[in-house]
């Protein structure tokens, strides 16, 4: 799976959009990009993933460069209860195995 | 409808010693993975059980070894434990239907402290 790189941490002022940035620029062809967060003493929680088309869900858009090489997730209108771990993850979906791999990922803070 | 549920919530063992961690995946789904998270890090991928078989696995040592029983759930077994297996182990689950999302669903986790 490819490698993704995210900033270490970002703030967020409660109510405005939180826009979270993920670099992934040796991606293949077949592999999607998944959105995870893990909110404090809790496991990580899906949000999101697409392959080359911006995707949308309850939880926040996904918005991914034509050249796939980088992607941004959005929440958009972040609320205190946003604040957590988020994990940008790329691989291949429906593979023999269907491990994720987290980096580093960004803790992101949102304040009132 | 359960989710994914873990058990025990918290453990502590002293080096040397074995432990054994348990898990219920959600309802409908079969194939189970678990992950080791040391603090301040993301979750590492431990291993995946499906039709009670290992079918990949992280690079950990094989003092670490599980089980899948009939019903679906798992264990996970650390043999001989070392101070830096102190972690929170992860079990997550997912159908194992290709295709799909291959969303996976992670259990609250269990802390393991060895003293």
């Known amino acids: 799976d490819a490698k993704t790189t995210q900033p270490p941490s970002m703030d967020c002022a409660e109510g405005r959009a939180a826009n979270l940035p993920c670099n992934h620029s040796?991606?293949?062809?077949?592999?999607?990009v998944y959105w995870y967060r893990q909110i404090h003493s809790q496991g990580p929680q899906y949000i999101i993933h697409g392959l080359k088309n911006n995707e949308t869900n309850e939880m926040a858009s996904l918005i991914i460069t034509e050249d796939r090489k980088s992607s941004t997730l959005i929440l958009p209108h972040a609320t205190l209860r946003d604040t957590a771990v988020y994990y940008c993850i790329v691989r291949v979906v429906g593979n023999a195995g269907n491990m994720l791999t987290f980096g580093g990922g960004t803790r992101l803070m949102v304040k009132p | 409808d359960a989710g994914v549920t873990q058990s025990p919530t918290h453990l502590i063992k002293t080096r040397g010693q074995q432990v054994t961690l348990r898990c219920s995946p959600k309802s409908g789904h079969d194939t189970v993975s678990w992950y080791q998270q040391a603090l301040g890090q993301g979750p590492q991928f431990i291993f995946q059980?499906?039709?009670?078989?290992?079918?990949q696995r992280g690079n950990f040592p094989d003092r670490f070894s599980g089980h899948q029983f009939p019903n679906y759930s798992s264990e996970l077994n650390v043999n001989a434990l070392l101070l830096g297996d102190s972690a929170l182990y992860l079990c997550?689950?997912?159908?194992?239907?290709?295709?799909?999302?291959?969303?996976?669903?992670f259990g609250p986790g269990t802390r393991l402290t060895v003293l």
């Open positions: 040796t991606i293949s062809g077949n592999e999607y």
């Open positions: 059980y499906y039709e009670e078989e290992e079918r």
């Open positions: 997550a689950s997912s159908p194992r239907n290709r295709g799909r999302s291959d969303e996976q669903f």
